[in-house]
């Protein structure tokens, strides 16, 4: 089976600029998180989708925002970018439904706001 | 709040030795937790699990435990080898998707 896949896998953007970023779960698979990772704060949770509905959401600005499509593809959007939101921003896949589980990780999109 | 502590932040052991990681979470609601390996310029890989009817789980070289009374976990990996350098992390899933993650070991196996 094919892993998670993220484009783009770098990206450069300008403050104040928006982005959107684009996530492939392996297949069969119906949830997908996000997470954002940096030096300093390490792995964070963003939000968690399944069947299209947002099931979980981390302490993350309303600027930070996603939707997942009916074939379990999944974006995640930022708006208004800032100087802080430089990171990798990583996605996961799951095979279950319910109950904490098992996720796979893409290898992520480098984005870098100057 | 919810939050996982990881310890050490580095470790450098000689191949063949073992290395021991240890993680304690604050949410008594975790039930599900796994490990994680990340090399440089790749997303992490999940390398184990162990969930919370299980106190120890085995996986050829890898090992992990679990403590829920003390609310701590633990890798432990033997006769380490060079490959196996790399940055670990641990993680306490508190519902659904949902993981927390510790801030990571950075493990250096010297040949």
């Known amino acids: 089976k094919a892993g998670v896949t993220q484009t783009p896998r770098y990206l450069i953007k300008t403050r104040g600029q928006q982005v959107t970023l684009s996530c492939s779960p392996i297949?069969?698979?119906?949830?997908v998180s996000w997470y954002q990772q940096t030096p300093g704060q390490g792995l964070q949770f963003l939000f968690e989708?399944?069947?299209?509905?947002?099931?979980n959401k981390g302490n993350f600005p309303g600027r930070f925002s996603g939707r997942q499509f009916s074939n379990s593809r999944s974006e995640m959007n930022v708006s208004t970018l800032e100087l802080g939101d430089s990171a990798l921003y990583l996605c996961?896949?799951?095979?279950?439904?319910?109950?904490?589980?098992?996720?796979?990780f893409g290898p992520g999109t480098r984005l870098t706001v100057t | 709040g919810e939050n996982v502590e990881q310890h050490p932040s580095t470790l450098s052991v000689q191949e063949g030795d073992s290395a021991v990681i240890k993680c304690t979470y604050s949410d008594s609601a975790s039930n599900y937790f796994p490990w994680y390996k990340q090399e440089l310029g790749k997303g992490p890989q999940l390398i184990i699990d162990?969930?919370?009817?299980?106190g120890e789980k085995k996986d050829q070289r890898i090992a992990v435990t679990l403590n829920k009374t003390a609310k701590h976990f633990s890798l432990h990996i033997t006769e380490t080898q060079p490959e196996d350098s790399a940055v670990y992390f641990c993680?306490?899933?508190?519902?659904?998707?949902?993981?927390?993650f510790g801030q990571g070991t950075e493990l250096s196996v010297k040949p």
């Open positions: 162990i969930r919370s009817n299980v």
């Open positions: 297949s069969g698979h119906r949830s």
């Open positions: 996961a896949s799951s095979p279950l439904d319910r109950g904490s589980h098992e996720q796979y």
């Open positions: 989708y399944f069947s299209e509905t947002q099931r």
């Open positions: 993680a306490a899933g508190v519902q659904g998707g949902k993981l927390i």
